[in-house]
């Protein structure tokens, strides 16, 4: 998810002085035509156009084009507000209310067209560590990193979100079980690949995937669950694995 500003307009360059305003003068013939046009639609006979009555038309026509230029102004900063509050506090990706949100869209898509679809929930291996030893400074890049790789590596039709402290969520539209482990696989991969670069040195940053895919009779939280739990259960046999050694 990204943010995009309004680009500024250009400004042509005003009229040299003597020169004609074609822009000017064809106005008030403009401005007369819709004069007429207003008084058409609201029924006034041409003949009772006095000066007073164009005059008003005139008033009420400038007042409905402020009225609608502030209209617009507002959509685009409802619009913005709304960006905002699904984004999450640090990151270009959903935060945890928006993703759940999501999720239960893509569960009611599941359950009326009947197409799989999948969850996956990554944690950040050794994240307390990461903090500890290099600062929380360190620990936001590498969060940073996690969410641009997810962003990246997935289709525009895809979710991302943070769920909280170092813990993400990936929806795979119309994914069934076998692709999306394998998707999952790669998207860590791609992440534990490309270090982060740190002063003077790299932060190798690892995750943990569980991936759950739904059928259209779960809810958002239990689908999240089920994920979860699949997540700690690899991250424990990976964890005994690695001491047995």
């Not at 959903?94 to 996956?120: C, D, K, Q, W």
């Not at 903090?131 to 289709?155: F, S, Y």
């Amino acid at each position: 998810m990204k943010i995009e500003g309004n680009r500024p307009s250009r400004v042509g360059a005003t009229n040299r002085v003597g020169s004609p305003n074609r822009a000017s003068a064809s106005a008030p013939a403009s401005a007369g035509h819709q004069v007429q046009d207003s008084a058409s639609i609201m029924g006034i006979p041409e003949a009772e156009l006095t000066p007073k009555v164009r005059s008003a038309i005139m008033t009420l026509m400038e007042e409905v084009a402020s009225l609608r230029e502030e209209l617009n102004n507002n959509r685009g900063r409802i619009q913005h507000l709304e960006r905002l509050a699904d984004q999450d506090s640090l990151l270009q990706v959903y935060n945890h209310r928006a993703f759940v949100r999501e999720l239960t869209r893509a569960i009611s898509m599941t359950e009326r067209y009947g197409a799989p679809s999948t969850v996956i929930y990554f944690d950040v291996n050794n994240m307390k560590q990461i903090n500890d030893t290099h600062g929380h400074p360190a620990g936001d890049a590498a969060l940073r990193h996690v969410a641009e790789t997810l962003v990246e590596q997935v289709r525009d039709s895809d979710v991302v979100g943070r769920l909280g402290g170092d813990e993400f969520g990936v929806i795979l539209y119309q994914i069934d079980a076998d692709i999306a482990q394998e998707k999952s696989g790669q998207l860590a991969q791609e992440i534990a690949n490309n270090p982060v670069p740190l002063n003077d040195t790299e932060l190798n940053v690892k995750v943990t995937f569980g991936a759950y895919t739904f059928n259209g009779v779960e809810d958002a939280g239990q689908a999240l669950a089920e994920a979860d739990k699949a997540m700690y259960e690899r991250k424990q046999k990976g964890q005994k694995a690695a001491t047995s050694r």
